[in-house]
């Protein structure tokens, strides 16, 4: 599924990988005690953001930063429709909504397994 529309985000933030993320583009990544971002590795896991492009440790790179508002590309880990509410999985990328987990927004843009869908990033919230 082709992405359309200019996913320009005013709300991007400069943060520091504790890691090496170069596999980790428009996937969720959680910040550390000291600012630093990291992989998210459990869909329990309170992410910050949405890498944009990824890198190696040290660097400084792109986050799109949930409680920003704004928008950016996801990999979906399963199936997801237009309209669904996300979670993220063990990986970091977008699951479908899940009693315990994270809800980070609203897809713009679904698809298939391993797809790049658009999510539309809100509050985060803890879904009951």
Known sequence: MSISGN???PALVSKIAVADLTDYSYQAVKQDSAGKIAACTASTDRPFGILQEGGVTNQ????????GGGR????????????AAVSIDATGQ???EASGNYTIGELEQGGAVGETGVISLGF????A
């Open 60 to 67: 400084s790179l792109q986050v799109a930063p949930i409680n």
């Open 72 to 83: 950016s590309r996801i990999v979906l880990s399963t199936t997801l429709a237009t309209g």
């Open 7 to 9: 996913l320009q985000n």
């Open 124 to 127: 985060i919230t803890v879904k």
């Open 94 to 96: 977008a699951a479908a």
